[in-house]
Nanobody, 122 residues
Framework: EVQLVESGGGLVQPGGSLRLSCTASGFTFSSYAMAWVRQAPGKGPEWVSSINSGGGGTSYADSVKGRFTVSRDNAKNMLYLQMNNLKPGDTAVYYC???????????????WGQGTQVTVSS
């Protein structure tokens, strides 16, 4: 079965950094685009970033562009999100998600992880 397990969240001060990880199993990881989606309290899910199956194509929401970097290691079935210059508005539960295909050009996902909490506060 498909499993996605996020880790690396925590409490950080504004301007700080965190690196989130997602461990994938149960499918051919290298064949699928992956994404990070976040959900703040009382809000709907917000797409953050996508990466295509090979890792060479990435995209970002305007709110995080220039601060976040998505990457993957297909040999290790791992997805990452490096978050720099964090802001209070980044506070949310962050989920990794499996795309339906390999291009990473949609916001349609069939599996999600359990999420990891990121809190940005002074």
């Amino acid at each position: 079965e498909v499993q996605l397990v996020e880790s690396g969240g925590g409490l950080v001060q504004p301007g700080g950094s965190l690196r989130l990880s997602c461990t994938a199993s149960g499918f051919t990881f290298s064949s699928y685009a992956m994404a990070w989606v976040r959900q703040a309290p009382g809000k709907g899910p917000e797409w953050v970033s996508s990466i295509n199956s090979g890792g060479g194509g990435t995209s970002y929401a305007d709110s995080v562009k220039g601060r976040f970097t998505v990457s993957r290691d297909n040999a290790k079935n791992m997805l990452y999100l490096q978050m720099n210059n964090l802001k209070p508005g980044d506070t949310a539960v962050y989920y990794c998600a499996k795309d339906l295909g390999g291009l990473g050009q949609t916001a349609e996902y069939d599996y999600w992880g359990q999420g990891t909490q990121v809190t940005v506060s002074s």
